[in-house]
């Protein structure tokens, strides 16, 4: 049974796994829901939950980069080419969202737990929520 589960995303990591639907379909799409539901966690200020999500879209964005270079093997010269370009922009965005993301709970952190800090994480903005929840789904996509 356990085997039968891990199935699919070990065919998808070992890049046997068609391009495009690794691409769209666990790439942008799943990334994408992880994107909405940080920005839902996001705008309800759970910072433990943000953090949970921040690290599960680092490990989720390694291994399906992982996976869309290795797919990309079992394509066309052209799509091969772009979709490894499109995997090192992608891994760049991604890398500079999270850590931003990152520097963002550490601040709320060390805000939430001081009393000499200007603000708590209760007085966080909601356009800078928005603007942040924009920049998670933008840097996803």
């Known amino acids: 049974m356990l085997q039968a589960f891990f199935e699919a995303p070990l065919r998808i990591w070992r890049g046997k796994a068609p391009l495009g639907i690794v ?5 942008v799409g799943a990334s994408s829901v992880i994107a909405v539901l940080y920005a839902t966690v996001l705008i309800s200020e759970q910072l433990a939950l943000q953090q949970a999500l921040n ?7 390694i291994w399906i980069l992982v996976a869309i270079w ?4 079992n394509t066309a010269s052209f799509w091969v080419d772009l979709a490894r370009w499109l995997t090192v922009a992608w891994a760049l965005n991604s ?3 999270l850590l931003f993301l990152q520097f ?3 601040a709320l952190r060390a805000c ?3 009393e000499c800090c200007c ?5 966080t903005p909601v356009l800078l929520v928005l603007l942040s929840a924009v920049n998670v789904i933008l840097g996803v996509l």
């Open 23 to 27: 691409f769209w379909g666990y790439g």
């Open 95 to 97: 890398a500079m969202v």
């Open 70 to 73: 290795r797919s990309s093997s």
């Open 119 to 123: 603000g708590t994480a209760q007085d």
């Open 104 to 106: 963002d709970l550490l």
């Open 55 to 61: 690290t599960l879209s680092l490990l989720y964005t």
């Open 112 to 114: 939430s737990q001081s």
